[in-house]
């Protein structure tokens, strides 16, 4: 099992910057794929980006391609997410989550951080 804790949300001006942490503990980080998914108020939670065991892999949303970045340190079992050019619909709780699927759905993903609030003012 592996323990998951967000940090680095808050509010920014449209067009600002944010990076985002996520700190695992427990089981070896390195096992993992890690994800970022995010829930605006009253809508469900959707994938943001995805990166391979090794960080040798990315995916991301289509909404957020080119503009954030995902990636991660294995030796400091930390991931991240480099949001740049922040628009007012990236507001959302974001959330980091760990496992062993590929697939883009909350439902594929067995651990899961506490999430944290990034806001942002247009």
């Known amino acids: 099992q592996v323990q998951l804790v967000e940090s680095g949300g808050g509010l920014v001006q449209a067009g600002g910057s944010l990076r985002l942490s996520c700190a695992a503990s427990g089981r070896t980080f390195s096992a993992y794929a890690m994800a970022w998914f995010r829930q605006a108020p009253g809508k469900e939670r959707v994938f943001v980006a995805r990166?391979?065991?090794?960080?040798?892999?990315?995916e991301y949303a289509d909404s957020v391609k080119g503009r954030f970045t995902i990636s991660r340190d294995n030796v400091k079992n930390t991931m991240y997410l480099q949001m740049d050019s922040l628009k007012s619909e990236d507001t959302a709780v974001y959330y980091c989550s760990a496992g062993y699927t590929a697939l883009r759905i909350p439902q594929g993903w067995p651990y899961w951080g506490q999430g944290t609030q990034v806001t942002v003012s247009s």
């Open positions: 990166i391979s065991e090794s960080g040798g892999r990315t």
